[in-house]
Every structure is written in C-alpha cells, then in structure tokens.
C-alpha cells in the first residue's frame, strides 16, 4: 500500500532530516532513492522518471524561497509534487448530484457505492442508489443488503437492464440530493464494458465519475485508468483496500493518467471504513513524517497528555515527562512505535531504553515521587548529596539513581536533536511540519 511506499521515501527523508544541512550532492542521493522506491511500488516509469526530474530541477536549479534552507525547501518539494498529482485539497463531493462508480470486477464499487451513501447520509443529505448490475449474478442482491442497513433506496430494473435501471432510478430519484449509480466490472475494459459504460454515460450524464481501483493494483494503474478516462471521462479517484498489504504507486499513476484526484480511502470491508482524502495527512503518512493527529489519539487512549507529546516534540522535557513516557510505553505499544509517529525520531531511541523492564519501571516510579517538585521540572538541582536523599527516600540504590537520570538525560538529548530547535530555523520549520500535519 501507500504506506509502503511512505516507508521508503519516509527513510529517505528522515536522512534529510537528520543532517544538519543538505547540499547538493545529498539532493542527488534523495532523488535517486525516491526513483528507486517509487519504482518499487508500481509507481510507472515514466511517472518516475517526471516526478524525480521535477524535484531535481526544482531543488536545484530554482531559486530557493527567502528564509528557508535547502532542506526545508526540499521536503516542501516533494511534498508539492506528490500532492500536486494526488490532490491539494480536500474536494469531497459537494453539490455533485448524479455520481457513477465504474472499476473492474472486485475493485470494491458496490462496497464504495455503499460507503459514499452512507458518508453522504451521516452529511444530512438523502442519497439514493440505482442498481446497474445485472452482469454478475448477486450483485443486485449484495447491493440492497447493504443498502438496506443504511435505510437507503435501490432502484432495481424489473427487466435486469442497465439501462432501463438508469432510466426508471432517474425519473424515480428526482426529489433525492445525490444518487448513486452501481456499475458492473468485468475482468478487464473489454468492449462489452466499454460499450456499456458508454451507454450509460450517456444516459446518466453523471456530474462525477469516479474510478474505483484497489491499492495493490500495480503497475497497470496508469494504463487502466486511461482508459476508463477516455471512455467516460473520470472526475475522480477511489483507493480501496488500503487496509491491506499490497503496494500502492498505482494511485499516483492513476491520477496522472486522468488528471483526476483522490477523493476518498477505502480502510476495510465495514460500510464506515472510508476517509476523505486529506492530503496532507496522506501525503504526510505516505512520505513518513509523522502523523500527529493519530499520535495525539494514541496518546489520549494511553492517559498521556497532548502537552507531553508536545513537550517532547518541542525538546523541552522534564523528569515527569520521561517518566509518563515510560510507563505510557506498557499502554501504547512501543515507544519505537510511538517514536516512528514523530518525523526524524524513528529508530532514533537505542533499544535498551525502549524495553524497560516492568522492576525497573517501579522503582523509577518511587525515585521520582522522592523528588520535590522542583526538581522533578528541572533536573539540574539534584546533585550527589540529594542523589543520596532521594535513594534513601524511594528505597533504592545511588546507582538506581544516577541511572535514571543518566537515561533521561539521553533521552533529552535525542529529543532536542531531532525534534526541536537543533540547528534548525524553528519558527519556519515549524511552519513547513505544520504542512505534514505535524506541529514542532
Ligand atoms: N479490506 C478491504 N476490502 C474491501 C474494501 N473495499 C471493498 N472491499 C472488499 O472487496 C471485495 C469486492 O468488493 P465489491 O464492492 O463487491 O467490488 P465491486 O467492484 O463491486 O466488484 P464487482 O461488482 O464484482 O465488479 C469485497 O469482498 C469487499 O468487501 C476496502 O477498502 N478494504
Ligand atoms: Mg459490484
């Protein structure tokens, strides 16, 4: 899936993002290994071969925008160029009335069709759905089951007709905001579909046409969706299956084929697992910067509070935070896992420190509650004889704390090199995370 391909390119970036300054040999390196994962992920060739030239050229050759480095202006491009192909805003499907799912067989249109009714419904609106199926046996059936659940109309031809179910559901469906047309696939855009999509398109003169296409389609992605634009001219693109393993260059290659964006995910089988395109979250996830919305929401399931997070992202971290973070560990996952959330900290926090031991954990705990709270806020004012005070207090070794100190030291550290100011211009490269969804 994308997110393949964010990996990649996310450890590409994260080496722009851990050097201090980039020069041009090291935009050479980015984009030679963004053409290798983008390759890597069916991204077409020539796509890859426009996308990385249009970085090149604009890393190096234009002029680099007044108070940016070149690495912040780099990671605005590629973040650009990406977005510019997939979409740069969200455009959902306002005030679109007639809308037509069209796709190979299996691509997820009936589930979409269903998903895009129900999204619309959860709006205020009243959606209705037109039954166009009559290629594959139970599609017809599978259609009012799941529409049936949302409480919304199908429209069925009597005579099993595509096209006399377009006609009735029109006239039918006049007082409805938007009505939804359910088209059959086939195995490939053979003429029969063709002719078929056609017909309908003429009939329906659908106000967006929107191209269902699994993440894992590959390489042909492109070519598919060229030709189905040529047909019925597509307005725009749905991914599904992103929940699952497959790789997903196909969606950028899909898009530049059409010139059509991405209107909407596909995370799973249920009716409700469908995201509105957002492309900075997307893209952000895609390229491996961090996601803050869903670390917040991770935090906030763990108890651990928004302003730790940001704390940590900002450098500024105390005792108190270190310890929350620790003991948060047990309740989210990994901090590797949490870490891998926060752009340049991925992989950055040795493996000792990430499995604390449960024993070590607890007396961690009595050392802390030792501590006045001064002291727990900056950690400078204990010195060797409060060190003694504060081992006596929570029943443990010298050792015990100059320990924990020690880790939180290093932890403080790494969390100012790679989240906050070190050596980078705060106030813009916050501006430029802000872009990714990420807040520094
Ligand atoms: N995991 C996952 N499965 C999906 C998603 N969207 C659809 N599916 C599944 O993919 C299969 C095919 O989905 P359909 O909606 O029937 O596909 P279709 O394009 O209507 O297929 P035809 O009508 O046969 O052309 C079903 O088992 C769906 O549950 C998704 O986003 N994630
Ligand atoms: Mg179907």
Redesign the pocket.
């Known amino acids: 899936m994308l997110e393949d391909l964010g990996k990649n390119i996310g450890s590409t970036i994260r080496k722009i993002l851990a050097r201090s300054s980039v020069d041009p040999a090291d935009v050479n390196i980015l984009v030679k290994d963004l053409q290798r994962d983008l390759l890597k992920t069916d991204v077409d060739v020539k796509l890859v071969y426009q996308i990385s030239e249009n970085i090149r050229r604009r890393c190096l050759k234009d002029k680099i925008p007044e108070g940016l480095t070149l690495r912040e202006h780099t990671l605005k491009v590629v973040y650009e160029e990406l977005v510019s192909l997939l979409g740069e805003k969200q455009v959902g499907l306002m005030g679109k009335r007639k809308i037509m ?1 069209v ?11 269903a ?1 895009i009714a129900s999204y619309l419904k959860k709006k205020g609106l009243k959606p209705a759905i037109i039954a166009c ?1 009559y290629h ?1 046996p139970a ?1 017809v059936e ?1 259609l009012e089951q799941l529409a049936e659940k949302l409480g919304v109309p199908v429209h069925v031809s009597e005579k099993r007709d595509p096209y006399d179910a377009l006609k009735g559901g029109l006239a039918k469906f006049g007082k409805h905001d938007s009505i939804l047309i ?1 088209t ?3 195995d490939a855009l053979d003429k029969e579909l063709a002719n078929e999509l056609k017909k309908m398109n003429a009939i329906a003169r659908p106000d967006e046409v929107l191209l ?1 296409i ?1 993440a894992d389609i590959g390489r042909i992605a492109g070519k598919q969706a060229e030709e189905f634009h040529k047909l019925v001219g597509v307005t725009g693109v749905i991914i ?5 393993t497959a790789k997903g260059g196909g969606a950028l290659s899909a898009c530049s084929a059409t010139n059509a964006k991405v209107k909407f ?5 249920k009716i409700d ?2 995201e509105e395109y957002d492309p900075v979250r997307f893209v952000g996830r895609l390229l491996g910067m961090g996601d803050l919305q869903s670390l917040l929401e991770k935090a906030k399931e763990a108890d651990i509070s928004e302003d730790s997070v940001g704390k940590i992202m900002a450098g500024k971290f105390t005792l108190k935070d270190f310890y929350e973070q620790l003991s948060g560990v047990r309740k989210m996952g990994s901090l590797g896992s949490v870490m891998d959330m926060i752009p340049g900290l991925g992989g950055a926090i040795p493996e000792e420190m990430l499995v604390q031991q449960e024993e070590k954990m607890k007396k961690y705990g009595y050392i802390i509650d030792s501590m006045t709270e001064d002291e727990k806020v900056d950690a400078e004012l204990i010195h060797s004889s409060r060190i003694k005070r504060i081992a006596k207090g929570s029943g443990t070794s010298e050792k015990d704390v100059r320990d924990l100190l020690k880790q939180y030291k290093q932890a403080k550290i790494m969390m100012k090199k790679f989240g906050g100011a070190g050596g980078m211009k705060r106030g813009q490269m916050a501006k430029l995370m802000k872009k990714f969804g990420v807040k520094m």
Do not use: C, H, W, Y
């Not at 796709?103 to 069709?113: E, H």
């Open positions: 799912f796709g190979l067989f299996g691509s997820g249109k009936t589930t979409t069709t998903k199926d594959r599609a599978q359910d059959a696939g086939r269902v699994p599904t299956k992103m929940d699952g995910i596909g995370v799973g089988e697992a469908l």
